[in-house]
Structures are given as structure tokens and as C-alpha cells.
């Protein structure tokens, strides 16, 4: 099956520096992308849709400025936590959905920060 | 299809059935979906269904899909303790955007 992967998969980064996180799909071409944001014990947040070519969309609530992201080829889009601070500590999880219905999600093993 | 919802735990013995349940809000909804997640990794399809399906069978498990109640059910048979992990239903929105439920924490015990 298609498979996506993310590096790093864990990081610890000082308050203040920008950590940048990479979603690769592996053996497919992936237009759209997703980042997800997990807490601890809770559900997967949307935070936005990376779109090859051009801007990503984010979810209501989610700063785009904090959280860059850039779609630079059909296997690679970018979340870039700028600023870090502690309350930006989560799991993060991308993911990029098979070109046929049921349109299956191809989801990244996460990346676990945590801002010191 | 922001509002999907889960209880957030369920403890069964090894060998029992597990019954997770599931309710959503958007009836537009064309796909309907079953993720498991183990401690610290990313999230695996475990099934899906199709909406104009009541229900769907897999192996040990069993998808129901109340339209009507907007109300989707995963019964795992034979519970073993690798099931044991944290399970998410999810509505697929939009053609290819996924929400997804407040997960539900299974614990088997042996």
C-alpha cells in the first residue's frame, strides 16, 4: 500500500526557534496533503489542507503565520511551527489521501515536539 | 461534519466482543471509516463503509451504519490484546477532508 513518512519523528526545540516538519509520500503523487494536530488522549485536529502549487487552507482557529506550510513538490509539503513555544508541544500527523474512492487516508507515522 | 462522537473508553475481557460506538452529524457524508491508533504511532484503516450500506463485515470485524441515527457502530469479535489501542470513526467531507471522532480508548484484558 502507499506509504507516507515524517521526519523528524521527534524533536525537542527551545522557546522561540522554528522547528520544520516534513511529509513525504513515498511511492504516490500527492496534490493535497493534510496536517493534523494531536493532544494527548484526544482526537486528530484539522489544521490545514497543503495544496501543491498553492496556498494551503486552514481550519478556523489555526494561525497561518505560526504554522507555515509550503507544498513544494507532488511528494513533499512542510509544517514549519515558527516561534515555538510550549503550548505548540503536540503530536503532529500528516496525511495524503489515495486518488480513488473511498478515497483512503495514507497517514505519517506523527511527529512528536515538545518546546522547552 | 465538525461533530463526530465516541465514548472514551472501553475496558473487555480477552476473548469478548468490543462495541465501539460512533455519532456524526453530516448525513452528506459518503464514506464513513474506522481508524486504529497504537501508543505513539500514526493511524491505521482498519474499514470503512459505504453510505448506503447498513452494514459490512470484515474478518472479526463488523461495521453498522444507522443513517438514520446518524449512529455508526465497530464490533470487534474475539477481542485479543493487540487490539487494545485507541480507535477513531471518521467522515470523509468534502470529497477527500476526514473528521474525525474524539476516539475511543480500548483496553483487553487478559
Known amino acids: 500500500g502507499a506509504v507516507v513518512s515524517q521526519h523528524p519523528s521527534w524533536v525537542i526545540c527551545k522557546s522561540g526557534t522554528s522547528v520544520k516538519i516534513e511529509c513525504r509520500s513515498l511511492d504516490f503523487q500527492a496534490t493535497t496533503m493534510f496536517w493534523y494536530r494531536q493532544f494527548p488522549k484526544q482526537s486528530l485536529m484539522l489544521m490545514a489542507t497543503s495544496n501543491e502549487g498553492s496556498k494551503a487552507t486552514y481550519e478556523q482557529g489555526v494561525e497561518k503565520d505560526k504554522f507555515l506550510i509550503n507544498h513544494a513538490s507532488l511528494t513533499l509539503s512542510t509544517l514549519t511551527v515558527t516561534s515555538a513555544h510550549p503550548e505548540d508541544s503536540s503530536f503532529y500527523i500528516c496525511s495524503a489521501p489515495g486518488q480513488f474512492k473511498p478515497y483512503e487516508q495514507y497517514f505519517g507515522p506523527g511527529t512528536r515536539l515538545t518546546v522547552t | 461534519g465538525e461533530d463526530v462522537e465516541q465514548s472514551l473508553f472501553l475496558s473487555v475481557r480477552e476473548g469478548d466482543s468490543s462495541v465501539i460506538n460512533c455519532t456524526y452529524t453530516d448525513s452528506s457524508s459518503t464514506y464513513l471509516y474506522w481508524y486504529k491508533q497504537e501508543p505513539g504511532a500514526g493511524l491505521q484503516l482498519l474499514t470503512y463503509?459505504?453510505?448506503?450500506?447498513d452494514m459490512k463485515q470484515d474478518q472479526r470485524l463488523t461495521v453498522l451504519l444507522n443513517k438514520k441515527d446518524k449512529h455508526l457502530s465497530l464490533r470487534i469479535a474475539d477481542t485479543q490484546t493487540g487490539d487494545s489501542a485507541i480507535y477513531f470513526c471518521a467522515e470523509e467531507w468534502g470529497g477527500n477532508q476526514f473528521y474525525f471522532g474524539t476516539g475511543t480508548s480500548l483496553t483487553v484484558i487478559p
Open positions: 463503509i459505504f453510505s448506503n450500506m
